[in-house]
């Protein structure tokens, strides 16, 4: 699979990304440098059960978020051991290779999780998430827009407009900043920032200023003019929450969920057709618990440093609620532009391997609940040994993966034995046949 980049100019280039079935889109502006990184290859987060549709949006006062370089070195994301010990010395590596450079920027990635748990709402009309951010980069909280808990979606009306206003969705639904808020995994969210597709409502608004979330990204107003809105921004401003309309430096982020490439430009992307709902009835193309989760590995895999292997983790809990994320990538505190990337080299410290974080590692270290018993991992290549050590003592009781490229070799036969002796479940994950590409468009809403 190759990950495709569409130029300002009309030129695309192709950009190995493993075997992934993914591809990201430039928008051709110049590219962004993403706030100063102190998060490691993993984000942990709490997974909604549904979230929101609606009717509301941003504000014009916008703060850029603070685009000083990031900072390599503390990829939180990406590595979590926090007392790893700087490089000392300014040696440097012969053909070490070079990191891979078309990531996705923090940003990206958090705004394209709350538009993937987006597709999980079952409204017809109008798909949205959430996705809430600490101060280390983690992702804490995720919602989507849906009807409340035990009320069977089935039931409830889905309708905009009905000569009965309780036979429209707006008395019942739940919007996705709500769901991300009461999902949250971790004790508070002072100080957060939330990613959500559209700007929020006021009664969202009096969630987001009681939780003390400090800043708002959002990707569309155009209900700028709403009472709704309005009141919104002037909660906002008052209580000193910041605001700001989200500047990608991809188009879109394309996840093929049917295992197989998409093409450039989106030539040959699955659109999802809304034909043929009924007027009040729940949308039925939304992705399944399996594929969202995979979704989520998929698009943390691409933040990922590593010029040849890009890989994604993400654990789940028994009630489907993410609680870990993580991707491959060197220790937290240690630069990435001083290490070596190379996967060949007559010396092996010169190469990558003595040093890299797997993405399995950076999720169960950068967990954001006590216990991952009883967990399932969703990981885009099969587990190392080493790994696998993690993985029972961390508790996980099944592996679920995407590729197993290399199952003769002794880490991974030994991986399995392990998992065999635990009764540890591990099984590759089955693409369905008429699974659609999930196309993460940022300029969609």
């Not at 949308?283 to 995979?294: A, G, H, K, M, Q």
Request: some cysteine.
């Amino acid at each position: 699979m190759s990950a495709v980049v569409d130029e300002a100019n009309g030129a695309c280039t192709r950009v190995r990304c493993r075997e992934l079935p993914i591809e990201l889109v430039h928008n051709g502006s110049s590219r962004h440098t993403e706030p100063t990184a102190d998060a490691s290859g993993s984000s942990s987060a709490s997974s909604a059960h549904n979230g929101h549709s609606r009717s509301s949006e941003p504000s014009t006062k916008n703060r850029k978020l603070t685009n000083q370089p990031e900072n390599e070195h503390q990829d939180q994301m990406a590595s979590p051991t926090a007392e790893n010990e700087k490089v000392s010395d300014d040696r440097t590596w012969p053909g070490r290779g070079q990191k891979r450079s078309d990531y996705l920027d923090w940003s990206e990635y958090f705004m394209a999780v709350a538009l993937l748990s987006g597709e999980r709402s079952k409204d017809p009309s109008m798909q949205v998430g959430a996705c809430i951010v600490d101060s280390d980069n983690r992702i804490v909280a995720i919602g989507y827009n849906g009807m409340p808990a035990n009320c069977p979606d089935e039931c409830m009306p889905w309708a905009r407009e009905a000569d009965d206003a309780l036979e429209t969705k707006y008395p019942y639904v739940c919007h996705a900043e709500m769901n991300a808020i009461l999902n949250k995994n971790s004790a508070h969210l002072q100080g957060c920032v939330i990613y959500v597709a559209l700007f929020p409502c006021n009664e969202c608004a009096k969630l987001i200023v009681q939780s003390a979330i400090r800043h708002i990204v959002y990707t569309c107003d155009k209900y700028h003019e709403k009472m709704q809105c309005i009141a919104s921004r002037r909660l906002f401003d008052m209580a000193g929450i910041t605001y700001e309309q989200f500047k990608p430096r991809h188009n879109k982020v394309t996840i093929d969920l049917r295992h197989r490439c998409c093409e450039i430009n989106g030539t040959r992307r699955v659109s999802r057709s809304r034909e043929g709902y009924l007027k009040n009835s729940m949308r039925l193309d939304y992705i399944t618990w399996s594929e969202y989760f995979v979704g989520v590995a998929l698009l943390s895999a691409q933040r990922s440093k590593d010029p040849k292997s890009q890989v994604g983790a993400c654990i789940v809990s028994v009630s489907k609620r993410i609680v870990a994320i993580g991707y491959n990538g060197m220790p937290r505190n240690c630069d990435d532009d001083r290490l070596p990337w190379t996967h060949h080299a007559d010396d092996p410290l010169e190469t990558k391997y003595p040093y890299v974080c797997h993405a399995e590692l950076n999720a169960i270290m950068n967990r954001n609940c006590m216990a991952l018993k009883g967990c399932t991992m969703y990981v885009t290549r099969f587990p190392c040994n080493e790994c696998a050590k993690l993985i029972l003592q961390a508790g996980i009781s099944s592996v679920i993966y995407l590729f197993d490229k290399h199952p003769e070799r002794f880490e991974y036969c030994a991986a399995r034995r392990l998992f065999d002796m635990a009764r540890v479940e591990y099984k590759p994950y089955k693409w369905r046949d008429d699974a659609q590409c999930v196309v993460i468009d940022f300029t969609s809403f």
